[in-house]
């Protein structure tokens, strides 16, 4: 994988970079020499770093040193969707070995292979890329995502990865569950918008009709995409292709239909204010959302039944994304520019939440 450069720093010492080979070693994949790390990325959850013997080049997921929570950075249940995928036609990055204790680097680590690949995450990046590349990456993207949801979960041993039914139910019941933790500040209009939207799902959620593989964070900037030359005099540009998906740290077993309708919600340009900046996937470059759902079908995805209020569903989770965020701001658990717009989005996106429903 290939992302925004970072510290160059190692994070790993001599001691846990020979632990790491030794466990690589073990997976048949045996460095050449000693191992070297740099920090790709310290992401808003896991560290992402990249490891290179001199010959070949790895990447590793890890969780941060300190700041864990008790759920999440499971590197591991992040590995085991990418290596059951490994075979089939989504493109992930071939996985190599993950180690779930703790005892070795301090916390566990899944290790990939390097994907060669760029990412598109800022209006900056997307600006590089003609319309005739901006148009082939979306058409890339929603093949890749109908593809996955015709992955047979059962089959490639992900039986167990998540329960298969009633997810927009349990989606509703843990976003609600977050509103009522993060909600404190974002004061009684916003509150009355939530209370409006949830009760409304609740006596409308939508039917599931599908179960298969969910990513739960699909969109242009986690992924990698191969990108050809520019347009030359006949017009004609290079190819443009996703290389791998990436970030799988939201994905289980539930409705593709959500899939969808969350890459959806996130082009809505309140998801500027949620980042803090301005995000490759809202601009108005790329499609709306009604034909990205009709592009995703045209590639042989599932029908779309109950889709707008599977996008209520989806405005309603950012939403509260975004109170977590502004709320982490507010208590000064944040480092870095970019959180202090968060709060903003709230209710721009549960109105936008209970537009679809009506």
Not at 25 to 47: M, Y
Not at 49 to 78: F, I, N, Y
Request: aromatic share 6%.
């Amino acid at each position: 994988m290939s992302g925004t450069s970072g510290s160059a720093t190692d994070v790993l010492t001599r001691a846990e970079l020979d632990a790491v080979a030794s466990v690589m070693a073990a997976a048949r994949t045996t460095p050449a020499g000693p191992l070297t790390s740099r920090l790709i990325s310290g992401g808003k959850s896991n560290l992402t770093l990249r490891l290179t013997d001199g010959e070949r080049v790895w990447v590793m997921r890890t969780p941060p040193r300190a700041g864990r929570t008790p759920s999440a950075h499971d590197v591991v249940r992040e590995f085991r969707v990418v290596a059951a995928l490994g075979p089939t036609d989504v493109p992930v990055p071939p996985a190599v070995v993950a180690y779930p204790d703790e005892d070795l680097i301090g916390g566990a680590f899944a290790i990939c292979e390097y994907v060669d690949g760029s990412t598109v995450q800022s209006r900056e990046q997307l600006a590089r890329l003609g319309d005739d590349q901006v148009a082939a990456a979306v058409t890339g993207l929603c093949r890749t995502l109908a593809a996955l949801h015709r992955v047979d979960h059962v089959a490639v041993g992900l039986e167990t990865f998540g329960r298969p039914d009633g997810y927009a139910a349990r989606q509703l019941r843990r976003w609600g569950g977050q509103w009522q933790i993060v909600g404190e500040h974002q004061g009684a209009a916003s509150h009355a918008l939530a209370h409006r939207l949830a009760d409304g799902l609740g006596e409308r959620l939508p039917e599931q009709r599908a179960t298969g593989i969910v990513h739960g964070d699909y969109r242009i900037d986690n992924t990698l995409l191969r990108i050809g030359g520019e347009a030359d005099e006949a017009g004609e540009v290079g190819e443009v292709e996703v290389a791998a998906v990436v970030d799988w740290e939201l994905s289980t077993i539930g409705d593709p239909v959500a899939d969808v309708a969350m890459m959806c919600v996130y082009r809505d340009p309140a998801f500027d204010l949620v980042i803090g900046s301005e995000a490759a996937w809202t601009s108005d470059r790329l499609p709306s959302v009604e034909a990205l759902a009709a592009a995703y079908e045209s590639e042989g995805g599932v029908g779309l039944h109950d889709f707008d209020r599977h996008l209520a569903l989806g405005y309603f989770k950012l939403a509260v994304i975004a109170a977590g965020i502004d709320h982490r701001y507010r208590a000064g658990a944040t480092h870095g520019e970019g959180f202090d717009t968060a709060g903003d989005a709230v209710a721009p996106l549960l109105e936008a939440g209970l537009a679809q429903l009506r």
